[in-house]
């Protein structure tokens, strides 16, 4: 059976990039400006804060600017889709200017996957995509914020605490200093099985 295909270019998103993304949001009074706050586990102490405090689904999404040691415009952003309104606009084909609760999200979610088409991909010679490229010795992830989250959070420019993905994809980096811990609090660390059974261990 043929899938339905929708016209080319005609998205339900309302959104053609983050940018616009942002915009939105903000303009939904769902998104929140925050500047100077330290990549050094500031940024992520302030989000539990905010999410503690108002609780998963109700707190505004954060966007960090002006991040000590970085220039203006090197952004970070959390919460992006944790509340039911963001994820609704960001998925689209949801009306989020009138419903008012998740019921009324899920229901038009539902009848949205009954009637979706899907869109042919459309072929480009050029992309925004590749507007910034570093290739070789230029590739440097400390050029953007990246964030420690944690006091035990101890490799901050490898993506796992347990570096085998790292190594396989070739984004590992050796700490300067050996550290025994890795990120998981008591001896969760130790327990290697669960964690290859993607159990949460933490």
Not at 72 to 81: F, Q
Not at 86 to 106: H, K, M, P
Not at 129 to 152: A, Q
Request: proline share 6%; aromatic share 12%.
């Amino acid at each position: 059976m043929d899938s339905p295909v929708a016209e080319p270019r005609k998205s339900i998103v309302q959104y053609r990039d983050l940018r616009e993304w942002l915009k939105a949001v903000d303009e939904m009074g769902e998104l929140k400006h925050v500047g100077g706050v330290h990549w050094d586990r500031e940024m992520c102490a302030m989000v539990d804060m905010v999410y503690r405090a108002r609780g998963s689904g109700k707190a505004p999404a954060l966007l960090f600017d002006d991040v000590p040691g970085y220039p203006n415009g090197y952004r970070c952003l959390y919460g992006m889709m944790a509340s039911p309104r963001r994820f609704a606009f960001t998925i689209g084909g949801i009306d989020v200017t009138t419903a008012r609760s998740s019921i009324e999200y899920l229901k038009q979610y539902r009848q949205r996957m009954k009637e979706i088409q899907f869109i042919p991909p459309v072929y480009v010679d050029r992309s925004p995509l590749f507007e910034n490229v570093m290739e070789g010795d230029d590739v440097d992830l400390f050029k953007i914020p990246v964030p420690i989250h944690h006091e035990l959070d101890v490799h901050r420019f490898n993506f796992g605490d347990i570096t085998w993905w790292d190594r396989l994809f070739g984004t590992f980096r050796e700490a300067g200093d050996f550290a025994p811990r890795c990120g998981f609090p008591d001896n969760h660390e130790r327990k290697l099985g669960a964690m290859l059974m993607f159990k949460d261990v933490y």
